[in-house]
């Protein structure tokens, strides 16, 4: 199981961006993606998973309205949309993958890939 983030940069407050999280030794049928983010000095905090399967999604309320995930099964790669970034949204972002169909917390999920860094800033 491989996955990496990428897409991340610098972005002015209320700007937009999309991560990508591309993966190989499993399919979205079987793995629940999640995007986890960690800003500098503090805890590492779930944002977003898209449960195995893609019925299902979960988003944590400080980023819900603003961020979507979604997946395309055809290129082995799960989407981050942000739009209406914050400060506070400053972090890397790293993807994550799980057997579990729901594994909370999202910062437990069993394998990561190398994050990519988010700058939300004027």
């Known amino acids: 199981v491989q996955l990496q983030a990428s897409g991340g940069g610098l972005v002015q407050p209320g700007g937009s961006m999309r991560l990508s999280c591309t993966f190989s030794g499993f399919t979205l049928d079987d793995y629940t993606i999640g995007w986890i983010r960690q800003a500098p000095g503090e805890e590492r905090e779930g944002v977003s998973c898209?449960?195995?399967?893609?019925?299902?999604?979960y988003y944590d309320s400080s980023v819900k309205g603003r961020f979507t995930i979604s997946r395309d099964s055809a290129k082995n790669t799960v989407y981050l949309q942000m739009n209406d970034l914050k400060p506070e949204d400053t972090g890397v972002y790293h993807c994550?993958?799980?057997?579990?169909?729901?594994?909370?917390?999202?910062?437990?999920?069993?394998?990561w890939g190398k994050g990519t860094l988010v700058t939300v800033s004027s």
């Open positions: 994550a993958a799980d057997a579990i169909a729901f594994p909370i917390p999202l910062y437990d999920m069993d394998y």
């Open positions: 898209i449960m195995k399967g893609g019925q299902k999604i």
